[in-house]
């Protein structure tokens, strides 16, 4: 990527959700710390905590201000103009952001989910489409330096086409779908909820769920500055604890979940459960296998995969070069289990 590249794109900051403006772990007007938090508008156990205000009760000098967004682009945007303190972002934007032009110094403190096939890609029913293969010359949208947008490429390739000779096209969440009931495109890599929208007309080819098992695996993680982390370890705890007991009660008993994210998404229980379901969940113990973090004195795979999804970009020209592997070891912040 050109530094004229990474200038135009900073200039999107117009289009980041409003926040405040105040630094790293900011004050309010009343004298209090704030947190300024983005997430996404899909189902995850940090909906629960939202909804239910868990951050606010355990911490009362803080407050929390919740902003949803997009992308991880667009995360990733407003990372480096100062306006955030952690956010819920994907492995393929968050391997994005530790390599130049980027270079955002992000710690990586958890793994909140491996996705499953609430990403997926669709085609439109009536373009006769039926596998990947055909999808040359056709236009198919997902938002770039996503997830999505890793796992669009990979499946590309895994059925031996050219992403070059795929008409790619850029677009959020909101614009797919827009476009997809014009008819303006063919196809799209996505996720839950807009997914749910497109396959009321629409076919899956592949899910990363599949693709995960071909071993391209992507996920969403909690990151943060390390100021932030360094400067406020009891949010940083209190955000773990919490996330944990979401994810653990996810996966025993998830019908409350679903109902707080029910709540947050404006849809209904049925569809936030089956949303939860498509995901797979790691509580902390699990995190810290040889598969993902590992611990501090034995590295796990995962500061690995997350260069592997450097490289793939850096393939793709969406960035400038690939880091050592100690730079994605180093944005790994691997607590002590107690």
């Not at 205000?53 to 407003?78: M, V």
């Not at 391997?95 to 439109?124: F, H, K």
Request: hydrophobic share 40%; proline share 5%.
């Amino acid at each position: 990527m050109s530094r004229r590249r990474a200038l135009s794109w900073l200039g999107g900051l117009a289009a980041v959700p409003l926040l405040a403006a105040c630094g790293v772990g900011g004050k309010t007007a009343s004298g209090g710390k704030k947190v300024r938090i983005a997430y996404q508008n899909f189902a995850d156990s940090t909906l629960l905590l939202k909804d239910q205000a868990t951050l606010e009760k355990a911490l009362p000098g803080y407050t929390f201000q919740w902003t949803a967004f997009d992308s991880g682009a667009s995360i990733n945007t407003a990372f480096l103009s100062g306006a955030l303190d952690l956010a819920v972002i994907g492995s393929s934007p968050t391997a994005q952001a530790l390599c130049p032009p980027l270079n955002i110094p992000y710690q990586i403190v958890q793994l909140l989910n491996v996705i499953g096939d609430s990403e997926a890609l669709v085609v439109r029913n009536g373009t006769g489409i039926t596998e990947a293969a055909q999808l040359v010359g056709r236009k198919v949208a997902t938002p770039f330096g996503s997830t999505s947008h890793y796992s669009l490429l990979a499946a590309l390739r895994q059925s031996g086409v050219d992403p070059a000779r795929v008409d790619l096209v850029d677009l959020e969440p909101q614009n797919i779908v827009a476009a997809w009931q014009r008819g303006d495109i063919d196809a799209a890599y996505l996720w839950t909820p807009a997914l749910s929208t497109l396959l009321q007309n629409g076919t899956t080819l592949t899910d990363s769920a599949k693709l995960a098992q071909a071993g391209k695996p992507t996920m969403t993680f909690t990151v943060t500055s390390k100021d932030f982390a360094d400067r406020h370890p009891a949010v940083l705890a209190e955000w773990l604890k919490a996330t944990n007991a979401a994810i653990q009660q996810i996966k025993t008993n998830p019908t409350p979940v679903a109902e707080a994210v029910s709540r947050q998404l404006g849809s209904t229980r049925d569809d936030a459960l089956a949303q939860l379901k498509q995901n797979i969940y790691l509580d902390l113990g699990e995190q810290h296998s040889p598969d993902y973090f590992g611990t501090i004195t034995t590295p796990g795979a995962l500061a690995q995969r997350l260069q592997d999804t450097a490289e793939f970009l850096a393939q793709q020209k969406k960035v400038d070069t690939v880091p050592g592997l100690d730079t994605f070891r180093n944005a790994l912040r691997v607590p002590e289990l107690s």
